[in-house]
Each structure stands twice: as C-alpha cells, then as structure tokens.
C-alpha cells in the first residue's frame, strides 16, 4: 500500500553498494525496496573490485588503503540525477572497517542532498555499525536528515519491511 503524505504518495529510492559476488547488500536492497515501493539504483565503482582487493585482512588491499586513505574517493559510473525528487532515500552498503566503504562519499558527493531525508542501511558480517552514521552526517549537506540507521541481515524480510516502514514515519 503507498504511503501517503500531505495528500501525495511518497516517493522513495534504494541506491546501494555490493561489493562482493555473495551479493548480501543488493539482496537486502531488492527487499527494501519491494517492501518500501522504492525505486532501486546500484551505486557502481568504475573499477569493479576484485576478491583480492577486498581482502580486508591484507593491509594493502585495495579496500585496505581506500578506508585507510579518509581523502579516498573512487569513481562511480553513474549517480542519482535530482535526489530532491524523493521524500525518502534509503543508502546501503556493506559495512567496511564499522563505517560506510569509500566509494558511499562518493556517492554522496556526486549529488545535491540539501533537505534530503536519508535513512542508512548496513550488512555485515559481524562488525557493528560503529559511528556509520555520524560519518555519513559529516559527508551530507547540513539540510540533510539521517532519518533511521540500522544493520539488517538478507533473511530477514520483516525486519526490512519494519525499517521501512519506520524511516515512512518520521
């Protein structure tokens, strides 16, 4: 059922970053977004990452020298044109040492999301979520609203409809 606010159904948009072939955060996406009636974007790195490169236990991966690097900001192929043409935009991304990978800056960075509201979504294997939202407060415009943040795991389908259903409410 839409949701409606002031009288208009709300438009709302899941742009995500899955980095590996396990696909965990498209999965939890794809429910999202089923389960919020959002749009679904793919946050792309011009420069696919290989197994090797997320190796986070090799300190000179890729993904390594990215989350060590605070400047790091790798190229994405394509970004949200007007995100100001949704009342709600739903970020995921798997979680890379407790905070949003590099490339999610960038993403961030790409767009004007002056009076956006944004409502986080993370997987991971174990490791929390760590300051994520602070950090991706730093990044946004001051207008913009971290509405909701949670870490949510692909089986879970009503806990993803749950955030959903939250990050509608406020």
């Known amino acids: 059922m839409p949701v409606l606010r002031s009288g208009k ?23 999202l977004a089923a389960a919020a009636g959002a749009d679904l974007f793919e946050i792309k790195p ?24 605070k400047s790091s900001r790798p190229a994405i192929t394509d970004t949200v044109k007007n ?21 999610i800056k960038t993403f961030l960075e790409s767009a004007d999301f002056s009076g956006c509201k944004i409502a986080i979504f993370a997987t991971s294997g174990g490791s929390g979520m760590g300051n994520t939202a602070g950090d991706i407060k730093e990044i946004c415009p001051p207008s913009a609203r971290i509405i909701a943040a949670k870490r949510l795991k692909r089986s879970a389908e009503k806990e993803i409809a749950e955030f959903a259903r939250v990050a509608e409410e406020q």
């Open 9 to 31: 159904i709300m438009k709302k948009l899941v742009a995500y970053f899955s980095a590996s072939d396990m696909c965990i955060t498209k999965t939890v996406a794809e429910k």
């Open 83 to 103: 995100p100001k043409d949704y009342d709600i935009i739903f970020i995921g991304f798997p979680i890379w040492w407790y905070t949003a990978p590099p490339i």
């Open 46 to 69: 011009q420069v696919p990452y290989t197994k090797e490169e997320l190796d986070w236990t090799d300190k000179n991966s890729r993904s390594s020298l990215e989350c060590r690097d």
